[in-house]
């Protein structure tokens, strides 16, 4: 099915009113938000040095990548807006295959570097971003968007991290074994993953931070216990990257265990370096 699907779906670059049209109604349906991006915004963005992905099976729009340029004083990058897939059509690659979509397509308009930011508790888009794509993070911005009413950040701060990718010259991450001790030590609580202490003292050239794999299940079941996550991960990565660490992969612990674990390296890793 997963390959029929990617074989069958069709990705190109959206241009007229009426495309991104259909890409508002697509948004506020994933999302549930009748705040969405206006169109006479995504129009402005793609006719000023932007771009909006969409990815087609049988004439259907089933996902979408937002863009938008940015400039920090002294470089130009690309702000890697949204990503959004219908829900009837998650876990198939389809956001992996518009996110090499959007670097071709950057790489062709002259940009190399692509940022975006994400909920560092969200492990799908952890291992598209860290693991799959190979970017990296050095910044960690707490409640980055202030509160926000829909379904996946309701009542949580939206803490985040702002992902570098070098599209040009793709870090190579190197190999590695998972040591012990981790940085958060975890505990099973009933069905979840539970925070319990936390070690700053870590001085070797790696080092692990566990995060739970099923954070949308914790907040819906136990929702003071999301909210721990957040507060422990929080304080452990301001203090990491803040010293220069920088997160350069998410991994799966094991095969039978429920947690993921970020790698932290010492040393800031911008352009490949």
Avoid at 38 to 55: E, H, M, T, W, Y
Avoid at 120 to 139: I, M, S
Avoid at 223 to 228: I, K, T, V
């Amino acid at each position: 099915m997963k390959q029929e699907i990617l074989s069958a779906m069709v990705i190109r670059n959206l241009q007229t009113v009426e495309e991104l049209e259909t890409v508002r109604q697509l948004e506020v349906m994933i999302w549930g938000l009748e705040d969405s991006v206006p169109v006479n915004q995504s129009v402005a963005a793609v006719k000023n040095g932007g771009f909006i992905l969409g990815a087609f099976l049988k004439g259907e729009l089933i996902g979408f990548q937002y863009n938008f340029p940015g400039f920090d004083g002294k470089k130009t990058y690309l702000c890697s807006h949204s990503l959004g897939i219908h829900p009837e059509y998650r876990k198939y690659g389809i956001g992996e295959k518009l996110k090499i979509a959007q670097r071709e397509t950057a790489i062709g308009m002259g940009y190399d570097l692509i940022t975006w930011t994400y909920d560092p508790l969200e492990t799908v888009n952890g291992n598209l971003n860290l693991h799959k794509l190979k970017a990296v993070c050095t910044t960690y911005m707490e409640n980055a968007y202030g509160e926000m009413p829909d379904n996946m950040n309701a009542g949580i701060p939206t803490d985040r991290f702002l992902v570098e990718w070098w599209i040009k010259e793709p870090i190579e991450k190197p190999e590695y074994t998972i040591g012990h001790p981790l940085v958060i030590k975890t505990s099973i609580n009933g069905n979840f993953l539970t925070p319990n202490e936390i070690d700053l003292t870590r001085v070797n050239d790696s080092l692990f931070v566990p995060v739970p794999d099923n954070f949308q299940e914790i907040k819906k079941h136990n929702f003071p216990l999301a909210l721990s996550w957040r507060e422990k991960t929080r304080k452990v990565f301001t203090y990491y990257l803040s010293q220069g660490w920088t997160v350069t992969d998410l991994v799966k612990h094991d095969e039978k265990s429920n947690q993921y674990l970020y790698l932290l390296e010492k040393g800031a890793r911008r352009n490949g370096n």
